[in-house]
């Protein structure tokens, strides 16, 4: 059974950081690419990044380019978001999702996590 | 990346059949076929429903159907059912290697 966990989530200030970390299992993690989306309080989805099975493509939503860091460890099934200089706009719902494509990337979503509460306040 | 358009509610009668539509432009929705659903009940993590445009995964009900014209994708749901009760985001690949979804669609079920 594919499986999901974040981890990491809290309470952070304006102008700190945070990572995020998900756990994969019931699948080979290093033949998909995997993905950050977020849902703020009461609102839609919004895609964060992703990261291609080999770490070799990576790529932002304009929001967070610059201050958000993907990465995965194949070794470990983990995915990993490095977040710095977080504002009151990050707070959301992070969930870790798995890309459908096995050795490519399609952008489709077929496995999520439960998600992680990331609030940004002072 | 502007997120696709989808009306903010929809609803109907058990039994009948409603449409969500999902637009978007030549460079995400109308470029590609990598345009997919998602259902998301509340406090519940997302699900997909559709992928490919009009692709079901294994375990989702034949009741839920899509397509695909010019920049426009959508989602039908026939023989509607109360559980259908929730939120549909469509989504699409687009031209920047990047992913973007609408702006969600409450279904009502009356």
């Known amino acids: 059974e594919v499986q999901l966990v974040e981890s990491g989530g809290g309470l952070v200030k304006p102008g700190g950081s945070l990572r995020l970390s998900c756990a994969a299992s019931?699948?080979?993690?290093?033949?998909?690419?995997m993905n950050w989306v977020r849902q703020a309080p009461g609102k839609g989805l919004e895609w964060v990044s992703s990261?291609?099975?080999?770490?070799?493509?990576?790529y932002y939503a304009d929001s967070v380019k610059g201050r958000f860091t993907i990465s995965r460890d194949n070794a470990k099934n983990s995915l990993y978001l490095q977040m710095n200089s977080l504002r009151a706009e990050d707070t959301a719902v992070y969930y870790c999702?798995?890309?459908?494509?096995?050795?490519?990337?399609?952008?489709?979503?077929?496995?999520w996590g439960q998600g992680t509460l990331v609030t940004v306040s002072s | 990346q502007s997120a696709l358009t989808q009306p903010a509610s929809v609803s109907g009668s058990p039994g009948q059949s409603i449409t969500i539509s999902c637009t978007g432009t030549?460079?995400?929705?109308?470029?590609?076929?990598?345009v997919s659903w998602y259902q998301q009940h509340p406090g519940k993590a997302p699900k997909l429903m559709i992928y490919?445009?009009?692709n079901r995964p294994s375990g989702v009900s034949n009741r839920f159907s899509g397509s695909k014209s010019g920049n426009t994708a959508s989602l039908t749901i026939s023989g509607l059912q109360a559980e259908d009760e929730a939120d549909y985001y469509c989504?699409?690949?687009?031209?920047?290697?990047?992913?973007?979804f609408g702006g969600g669609t409450k279904l009502t079920v009356l």
């Open positions: 989504s699409s690949y687009t031209s920047s290697s990047t992913q973007v």
């Open positions: 990261i291609s099975s080999s770490s070799s493509y990576i």
């Open positions: 030549s460079s995400d929705v109308g470029g590609y076929n990598y």
């Open positions: 019931g699948f080979t993690f290093s033949s998909y690419s």
């Open positions: 490919d445009v009009s």
């Open positions: 999702a798995r890309d459908l494509g096995l050795l490519y990337s399609s952008s489709q979503l077929d496995y």
